[in-house]
């Protein structure tokens, strides 16, 4: 089978996503590789693809059984045979699973990385060909990395006792140029093809709030995510338990987590989130890391992380399956103070450092936080803001982001252009010509000495625009400028030019608009009147697959995710042929639950046409 018909078969995806093909071919073409890409890009299927295709056995190298877990089950569901090797099996379901494992049995093994010492694993390696070895969060190897493993360190001398040397493929959403150096060196990679993959997630939503009252703007957009799920994040366990509590007795569905917790009611409080019992999780940054569930719709910072790295990571969370979801932080300056007393109180309880590497990293940490306290206070676009952090260009403009969305209007400005080109045509009749600071100065009115003393206080355009911004003005001539409507001379001190537009603009009163920031003013919330017919069967379509994901005992995005069932509603498939063509539904999955949807769907349409029927 090809790398196509695999991602259909046993995937449901109709086509890869950005560098997804390019990994799995150098995998294939027997390539070591290293794939550094953001959160939900879409990396398992980047080493599960290939697994599939080659002869032998994948090991999988994951820090947390949370994770090959979910990774299992998913597989599973899909019809792939795939088993976990960690703590948490019994004594029997670990003997049964290891024989079958040595029988030859599983395409992909997850493995903890502390297991990979162990006498069974040894016997495993010998019995049974492994192919690739793959390392998920890869990041973890490295000391400077957010998540340093000490166990990790092991994998390199593990690969090298194989045998037969694998393919190597290692994973991350990590990429500063410390840690992937690490990367590669700590894990043994031999001359890895890289691929980085821009940082950019088009589906989410990022806004900055402000709010007086934190937890009242919490319950208020909470409330306004109806029945979606999502996680709250707060900086400490106390904060935790606070807003858990009023949230549950304001009547929200809402569990937590936190490092104080015991590790069973932990577990039993992820369990809950992940499998829709509880709608929102409060926590702190203890949670999340391999929580894979792809149906977040929201995630809300109660309070500002630490640094940027940490921010994307957490509220990448959101909308992993591509379906819009927002990520929302809720900026209080003491952040900024409760911040700077966790850097110094990790620098003083850590214990593996050396006095001058701490140091170092304090300085870093600090210099991190005031990138994040930017961020936070940011009144220009903060997708432009955070992609220029990972070192990405971006448009300053992304119209979806709270400061694009609330912060800027498409205004007219014609009347404006008219008066700063006719202001650059008096200085020009005076035969000079300036920069641009000058043009507003004249325009603003401005009594500077250099001004008089060139008798422009006598110009006709003289203080027309004393009553706007000189940033407005700037801004408003930049984007003449980018229109045509005046050009910039080259050279160290750039003056403003007339250009052949400049006289048409005049003359024709040529309308002139421009995306311009507002000042806050309370947005009317537009409120929907009723659910549209996709919603409805979308709403039907969820409650199906809530109950066979009961029946099945497994979280429901495992049955299907979001932007499966969204595409159902696009699509509306009535039989089996028509169901495999939607996004999301490979063979296995098509034959089991094809056949409950189909009948909902057609149900639905029926309904739908008797209803319109009856109206006429
Ligand atoms: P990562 O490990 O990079 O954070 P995952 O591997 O967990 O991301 O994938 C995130 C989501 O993207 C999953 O719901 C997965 O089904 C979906 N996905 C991955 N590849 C594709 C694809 N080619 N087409 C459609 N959906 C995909
Ligand atoms: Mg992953």
């Known amino acids: 089978m090809d790398k196509l018909s695999v991602l259909k078969e046993y995937f449901g995806h109709r086509a890869f996503r950005s ?16 794939g550094i890409m953001p959160t939900g890009a879409g990396k398992s299927l980047c080493y599960q693809v290939p697994a599939l295709m080659l002869r032998g056995v994948t090991i999988v190298i994951s820090p947390l059984i949370s994770l090959m877990k979910d990774q299992v089950s998913a597989l599973t569901a899909a019809g792939v045979s795939a088993a976990c090797i960690n703590s948490s099996l019994t004594q029997e379901e670990y003997a049964e699973t290891m024989y079958r494992a040595c029988r030859g049995e599983y395409k992909l093994i997850y493995i903890a990385p502390e297991r990979l010492g162990t006498r069974e694993i040894s016997s495993l390696v010998s019995s049974v060909e492994i192919s ?38 290692a994973f991350t959403a990590t990429a500063t140029d410390t840690v992937r150096e690490d990367i590669v060196r700590l894990l043994g990679l031999r001359e890895p093809f890289t691929l980085v993959t821009g940082f950019d997630r088009p589906n989410l939503y990022f806004a900055v709030k402000k709010p007086q009252n934190k937890y009242n703007e919490l319950r208020r957009l909470i409330g306004d995510m109806e029945d979606k799920c999502g996680i ?26 936190h490092a104080g917790l015991s590790d069973s009611e932990r ?17 702190t940054n203890a949670f999340g890391m391999g929580i894979d569930k792809s149906d977040v719709s929201f995630v809300i910072h109660y309070n500002m992380p630490k640094n940027i790295e940490s921010y994307y990571q957490e509220a990448g969370r959101a909308g992993r399956d591509g379906s819009p979801a927002k990520c929302i932080l809720l900026y209080g300056p003491s952040d900024v ?22 140091e170092i990293m304090l300085e870093r940490d600090k210099e991190r936080l005031k990138e994040m306290t930017f961020y936070s206070t940011a009144t220009s676009c ?62 603003r009115g401005s009594e500077n000495e250099r001004l008089l ?54 003359k024709e009163r040529i309308p002139v608009t421009m995306k311009l920031p507002i000042e806050k003013t309370e947005k009317k919330k537009k409120k929907d009147s009723g659910l549209t017919q996709n919603e409805t069967l979308f709403a039907k379509l969820r409650q199906l697959r809530s109950r066979l994901a009961q029946e099945a005992r497994v979280p429901a995005y495992i049955v299907f995710t979001d932007a499966a069932l969204e595409d159902m509603c696009r699509v509306l498939p009535t039989t089996a042929e028509e169901f495999l063509t939607v996004s999301g539904v490979g063979r296995r999955k098509a034959e089991k639950y094809g056949e409950d949807f189909c009948a909902l769907i057609s149900e639905h349409l029926r309904s739908e046409n008797d209803h319109r029927g009856g109206t006429l």
């Open 132 to 169: 690739m070895v793959t390392i998920d969060e890869a990041h973890c190897v490295s000391q400077w990395g957010q998540d340093f493993r000490p166990s990790y360190i092991h994998i390199a001398g593990f690969v090298e006792s194989l045998p037969c040397r694998p393919i190597v493929s």
């Open 19 to 34: 560098g997804q093909e390019e990994l799995i071919d150098h995998i294939l073409g027997g390539c070591d590789v290293l």
């Open 337 to 358: 103070r409760t911040n700077d007393f966790m850097i110094e109180r990790s620098r003083d309880e850590n214990t593996e450092l050396s006095d001058e590497e701490k």
């Open 453 to 506: 003393s060139l008798g422009f206080d006598r110009l006709s355009t003289y203080g027309i625009m004393s009553d706007t911004p000189a940033r407005r003005i700037r801004a408003e001539l930049d984007h003449l400028a980018a229109e045509g409507y005046l050009g910039f001379s080259d050279g160290e001190y750039p003056v403003v030019e007339l250009t052949a537009l400049s006289a048409k603009l005049l």
């Open 232 to 257: 709250v994040y707060c900086l400490s366990r106390k904060s935790v338990e606070e807003v858990c509590e009023k949230l549950c007795s304001d009547g929200f569905s809402a569990t937590r987590y």
């Open 382 to 443: 903060l997708r432009e803001f955070m992609l220029r952090y990972f070192g990405e260009k971006a448009p300053s403009y992304c119209g979806n982001c709270s400061c694009c969305i609330d912060g800027f209007e498409e205004a007219d400005i014609t009347v404006d252009a008219q008066k700063i080109v006719s202001c650059v045509f008096r200085v020009k009749q005076k035969g000079r010509y300036f920069g641009k600071g000058m043009i507003v100065d004249i325009l």
């Open 267 to 283: 577990r039993a409080n992820q369990e809950d989130f992940i499998y829709d019992r509880k709608r929102i999780m409060v926590a």
